[in-house]
């Protein structure tokens, strides 16, 4: 065990610390120590090192002790801190959600060209029997489509998309009540939540099956019962279970949700569906054979595995 320091300044609190979470193999220990450090004292990481040399006070010392035993009896930083960064906005984040996953920042980055792409391809597009514009090809200032994602969660990812995408209004849905008020406190704080409708909904079943949506998105959860067994203590002793299991391989929600989906998704319009390792194939089988879909393609993420499947509902027409 590291040797206290004859003095609590903010660098050897931060080396005490690390090397702490080091012999008792707690994850990232130095980012974990500048991290919970940094909250304690309510400074950013890089004030810490401008300010290495400052003592700490027995009252913060106190605070910050209480936050590095219960790092070190496995609860995540995240919930610790009350937030995690996702998309470069500052997410809110509480036991009752899921802490936002940096290779989720893959799905906004898929849907945010899906969108595009849709607005190009489809938004300015006039219905059978509609004249066409008399503007020409002009799209007007206004247009604005709507998005749907599927268990919300802390938020993270429709506000994301809120931020990004500024003529798009969203409907958020959860089944959790808890994860539907952080989502909502998240989306008031990055200034979205006039854009983004949030509805407590077991899948899709609040809404009225109408093709209102350009885009569907959702990370479910997918994890396999038996793999959620063996995840490590701080996802599965502290995160919403309810937001992981999946049940058997991992795939119930998103089968339910692949069957419900192009009633409520236009034509031209995407669905993208986050999945977990060994899962893309498996879905892309399920898109397949739902018959509704064409343009089927998983995306990887940072390590190579495919991340997200996305697919296009069919126009009626073809
Ligand atoms: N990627 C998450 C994990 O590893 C799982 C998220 C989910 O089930 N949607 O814990």
Do not use: C
Not at 39 to 59: A, C, F, I, K, M
Not at 102 to 120: H, I, K, M, S
Not at 285 to 300: C, H, M, N, P, V
Request: glycine share 8%; no cysteine; proline share 6%.
């Amino acid at each position: 065990m590291a040797v206290p320091p004859a003095s609590w300044t903010i660098l050897a609190t931060l080396r005490w610390t690390a090397d702490y979470f080091r012999t008792k193999g707690v994850s990232e220990p130095r980012a974990a120590a500048e991290i919970l450090l940094a909250h304690t004292l309510s400074v950013s990481r890089l004030d810490l090192y401008l300010r290495y040399d400052q003592p700490l006070n027995p009252e913060e010392l106190a605070r910050f002790k209480a936050l590095v035993i219960r790092r070190r009896a496995g609860e995540p930083v995240a919930y610790l801190t009350g937030h995690r960064e996702f998309w470069s906005l500052d997410i809110r984040v509480t036991p009752a959600v899921l802490i936002p996953r940096p290779e989720t920042e893959v799905l906004v980055a898929a849907a945010l060209e899906a969108a595009r792409f849709y607005e190009e391809n489809e938004a300015g597009r006039k219905g059978p029997g509609e004249d066409q514009p008399k503007t020409g090809n002009r799209k007007p200032e206004t247009s604005s489509f709507l998005g749907l994602e599927v268990g919300v969660g802390s938020g993270a990812v429709v506000i994301a998309l809120a931020t990004e995408l500024p003529r798009m209004a969203w409907v958020g849905l959860d089944t959790s009540g808890g994860a539907l008020a952080v989502a909502r406190d998240n989306a008031r704080r990055q200034a979205v939540l006039d854009r983004v409708h949030f509805l407590q909904s077991d899948l899709l079943a609040a809404l009225r099956p109408t093709a209102a949506f350009a885009l569907l998105l959702a990370n479910l959860p997918y994890v396999p019962r038996a793999q959620w067994e063996r995840l490590p203590r701080e996802i599965k002793a502290f995160e919403p279970p309810g937001a992981l299991l999946g049940g058997e391989d991992g795939l119930d929600l998103i089968r339910s949700l692949i069957r419900q989906a192009p009633q409520y998704v236009k034509g031209g319009g995407w669905v993208l569906l986050e999945v977990g390792d060994q899962q893309a194939q498996q879905v892309t089988a399920l898109l397949q054979q739902s018959g509704a879909y064409d343009r089927i393609e998983s995306i990887k993420d940072f390590s190579g595995m495919e991340r997200v499947v996305r697919a296009r509902r069919r126009n009626a027409a073809g």
